[in-house]
């Protein structure tokens, strides 16, 4: 009985993680969104979680079990790209190198904003412990 119970929880739980996710696909069809369903379906379930209408416990079963599984679900993204064989050989290292200095800009840029906003916060800090 108790697993019949938590194998209907862990299923409503999934099926509200889904049911957001297709809120969001019918909201970026609908305006024209220029950001992926699946990009706004976070943004919408981290707003719903943050305002308190949706309870972690409501969904951390099924967030978990997606969380510990989550290598599963990018197997067929590297199955998909065995089609694109062909590019890899012309432009592979094209792409690599792309890949590569977008992520060092991306580090780049995150590291100097954090250390700027840090300096400003400990000098903001030692001005309030002057007075």
């Not at 297709?22 to 719903?48: Q, R």
């Not at 067929?76 to 790209?81: D, M, T």
């Not at 977008?102 to 995150?110: C, E, F, K, N």
């Amino acid at each position: 009985m108790v697993y019949i119970k938590q194998s209907l929880l862990f299923s409503a739980q999934l099926l509200s993680i889904w049911a957001i996710y297709m809120v969001s696909v019918y909201t970026t069809k609908t305006f024209g969104l220029p950001i992926p369903a699946s990009v706004l379906g976070m943004v919408i379930l981290f707003l719903l979680l943050a305002s308190g209408i949706v309870k972690v416990r409501y969904i951390e079963m099924a967030a978990s079990f997606l969380n510990r599984h989550l290598g599963f679900f990018f197997v067929p993204i590297a199955v998909g790209l065995m089609d694109f064989g062909g590019l890899m050989k012309t432009s592979g290292i094209q792409i690599f190198i792309m890949i590569a200095g977008s992520t060092a800009v991306g580090l780049l840029l995150t590291g100097s904003l954090t250390q700027i906003l840090a300096k400003g916060e400990r000098k903001q800090h030692e001005r309030s412990d002057t007075f």
